[in-house]
Each structure stands twice: as structure tokens, then as C-alpha cells.
């Protein structure tokens, strides 16, 4: 089963659980929304396109008892990592920026913050503090909202 970018993204967020920083991850690339899209049954799909990243997800619907179920979208970080530094993708230098972060937040990947945050525009800039912030700074904490809770508010 393929599921939509809604699905995806409910998907990461229930894996992430309580974990603090898998939570700063999943944020963050639900808002970029590139992953979500390309992991998504809207994505690519073609399994010959470099572009196919949805060959790096598991995406299971878990039973939920009077509903369609709750899904869980595993993603196996290192092994697309390794593709996006290696494949012909089309993905930009930004794009594939924002997954190297989550990569490290979710997965403990080694990332070079210097790397990953030169040539950044200002709102991907501002992304990746928020969510390096939602990292470390506890939910709820005075003066710091995660991108989450301040996208609602």
C-alpha cells in the first residue's frame, strides 16, 4: 500500500512517537513537503527513476479496531542517504539538505552543520533553527513553540 502525502505524514509522526527529536525530524520534512510528496502515491514511482525514494519506506496500516487502521511509515535513513549522495536524482542541494538533518535527528547519521546550512534562503534557514531548537528544547518550554505548534497557532 502507497499512502497519500496525508497518510505519510501521519505515518512519520506516529513512528516518531514521544522521541523528541524523531519529532523535530518528522516536522521538519512535513513541512518542506518534498520527502512527504515523493514517498507519497503521488511521488515517483517509477523503480528505475533515481527519483524513486519510496523504495527506502515501509509503509504498513496497523489495525485499529472501528476505523481504517493507524499507519507507520518506516524510513530506512541510511540507505537513501547513501543514494542521494551517489544516485542521478533531480533533487536540489536544499532538498537534499533538509533530509540530511532529519536523517540526523531520527537517525544519528553524522551531518555537517556547516554543509547543510550554507547557501540556504532565509525560510529554509529559519526551518532548520526552528527544528534544530524543537531538537533540543523541551515541548512547551517559554518563548520556543516547535514548527509544528507554531504553524497552528
Same mark, same amino acid.
Given at each position: 500500500?502507497?499512502?497519500?502525502?496525508?497518510?505519510?505524514?501521519?505515518?512519520l509522526?506516529?513512528?516518531?512517537?514521544?522521541d523528541q527529536h524523531?519529532? =523535530?525530524?518528522?516536522?521538519l520534512?512535513?513541512?518542506?513537503g518534498?520527502?512527504?510528496e =515523493?514517498?507519497?502515491a503521488? +511521488?515517483?514511482l517509477?523503480p528505475?527513476?533515481?527519483?524513486?525514494?519510496?523504495?527506502?519506506?515501509?509503509?504498513v496500516?496497523?489495525?485499529?479496531p472501528g476505523?481504517?487502521?493507524?499507519?507507520?511509515?518506516?524510513?530506512?535513513?541510511?540507505?537513501?542517504a547513501?543514494?542521494?549522495?551517489?544516485? +542521478?536524482?533531480t533533487?536540489?542541494k536544499?532538498e537534499?539538505k533538509m533530509?540530511?538533518?532529519?536523517?540526523?535527528l531520527?537517525a544519528?547519521?553524522?551531518v555537517?552543520?556547516?554543509?547543510? &546550512?550554507?547557501?540556504?534562503?532565509p525560510e529554509?534557514?529559519?526551518?532548520?533553527?526552528? &527544528?534544530v531548537?524543537a531538537?533540543v528544547w523541551?515541548? +512547551?518550554?517559554?518563548?520556543?513553540?516547535?514548527?509544528?505548534?507554531? =504553524?497552528a497557532s
Amino acid at each position: 500500500m502507497i499512502f497519500t502525502r496525508e497518510r505519510v505524514a501521519e505515518g512519520l509522526r506516529n513512528v516518531a512517537g514521544r522521541d523528541q527529536h524523531k519529532r =523535530a525530524a518528522a516536522e521538519l520534512l512535513i513541512q518542506h513537503g518534498t520527502w512527504v510528496e =515523493a514517498w507519497s502515491a503521488d +511521488g515517483e514511482l517509477s523503480p528505475k527513476s533515481a527519483n524513486n525514494v519510496g523504495q527506502f519506506t515501509t509503509q504498513v496500516m496497523a489495525p485499529t479496531p472501528g476505523d481504517l487502521g493507524t499507519p507507520f511509515v518506516n524510513i530506512g535513513w541510511a540507505r537513501m542517504a547513501e543514494h542521494l549522495q551517489t544516485a +542521478g536524482h533531480t533533487y536540489s542541494k536544499t532538498e537534499v539538505k533538509m533530509f540530511r538533518l532529519a536523517a540526523s535527528l531520527w537517525a544519528g547519521l553524522p551531518v555537517n552543520l556547516q554543509d547543510v &546550512t550554507t547557501g540556504l534562503d532565509p525560510e529554509h534557514s529559519r526551518r532548520v533553527a526552528e &527544528t534544530v531548537i524543537a531538537a533540543v528544547w523541551p515541548a +512547551g518550554s517559554s518563548g520556543v513553540q516547535a514548527p509544528a505548534q507554531r =504553524a497552528a497557532s
